[in-house]
């Protein structure tokens, strides 16, 4: 089911959270709210959510009007940060908690719950309490416990931020498949700039309350609106006045057409790639990622001096990065 917002601002005290928001969120798809800490990204997500009010403006949820509903009226499921989960209750209990309060047949509930916690990996965690489970562990169960009132949309806010990074990564791809699965219409909180990459259809840019740009991953990667985009999803280096990506720059012997004169300062090994440092003339520090093989066959070194030439997008640079 279809999300959109449409003019929605919302201030707390002098400061604007957000500032005439306009998203169309595609149906059944995995779209991610990025963007920096106070940007407004989970602001947004709690007004979808009904948690929080608009000052103006309306959310759309699958065609009707929202804005003024509960959110238990809302056919929205929601997954916080933090697990919040019932710690007397156990694994089964916990994901079965939505379905009772609606008092749902009890065959039906024992159904339901037995067929997400299939879903999500947890069948034989059924009877343990949180205090059991792992930190992943118990973030699927809160995903399935989300999913079981079987929502038209789900939310997420942050679902992977208190796990560790090898952790985060497991759930990352375990979401994508899960998604795949359930085709359910689903927005998510990230800061993270990898996990939108890889596990979003779509990515929403937020910063300072205003929606950057809107696409596919690759579309913002590859033609940034601005320079905060391009900055923000992945990384840049300056050269020549413009941001570029710095595995899209081209190491060359001599000088050439578009290409700048630079010295080496540093060739710094991260396992197979190198990132060579360098200082151009107008007091800029480019720097270039290479592969070892790349290095071997230039045959480039520290202090040396070569040419450096951008092939990929760029956008202005109004600061040195």
């Known amino acids: 089911m279809s999300i959109v ?14 500032r005439d928001i306009d998203l169309a969120v595609k149906p059944g798809g995995l779209t991610a709210l990025l963007g920096p800490s106070g940007g407004g990204k ?18 759309e949820i699958a065609g009707r009007d929202a804005t003024d509903l509960p959110p238990q009226k809302r ?11 019932f710690k007397h209750l156990t694994t089964a209990r916990n994901v079965a908690f939505g379905l009772e309060i609606r008092r749902r047949p009890k065959a039906e509930v024992r159904e339901r719950v037995d067929e997400l916690l299939r879903l999500v990996h947890l069948e034989q965690f059924a009877d343990r309490l949180p205090s059991q489970l792992s930190g992943g562990q118990r973030q699927r169960m809160a995903l399935a416990r989300a999913l079981a ?8 806010d942050e679902p992977f931020g208190a796990l560790d990074a090898q952790v985060r990564k497991e759930l990352r791809e375990w ?5 795949d699965e359930v085709h359910v219409t689903t ?14 259809d779509e990515i929403v840019v937020i910063n300072g309350g205003r929606i950057e740009q809107v696409g596919p991953p690759s579309e913002l990667y590859d033609r940034p609106a601005n320079e905060f985009v391009m900055s923000f999803l992945g990384p840049v280096t300056r050269l020549g006045g413009v941001l570029v990506r710095p595995h899209d720059i081209e190491v060359l012997p001599d000088d050439r057409a578009g290409s700048h004169q630079v010295e080496l300062t540093r060739l710094h090994r991260v396992g197979h790639e190198v990132r060579a440092e360098a200082f151009a003339a107008d007091g800029s520090t480019p720097w270039v990622q290479l592969t070892r093989a790349q290095v071997d066959d230039l045959g480039i070194r520290e202090g040396q ?5 951008a092939l990929g997008a760029s956008v202005p640079a109004t600061s040195a990065v």
């Open 5 to 18: 917002v449409r003019g929605v601002n919302r201030s707390f005290g002098d400061f604007a959270a957000l």
């Open 42 to 59: 989970s602001t947004l997500l709690r007004i979808i959510a009904g948690l929080d009010q608009p000052d103006s403006g309306r959310v």
């Open 75 to 85: 056919s929205v499921g929601f997954v916080f940060q933090h697990y919040a989960a």
């Open 175 to 179: 979401l994508r498949r899960l998604h």
């Open 187 to 200: 927005l998510f909180v990230t800061h993270d700039q990898e996990e939108a990459l890889e596990v979003a």
């Open 305 to 309: 001096t070569v040419w450096l030439r």
């Open 149 to 156: 009132v079987q929502p038209e949309v789900l939310l997420l």
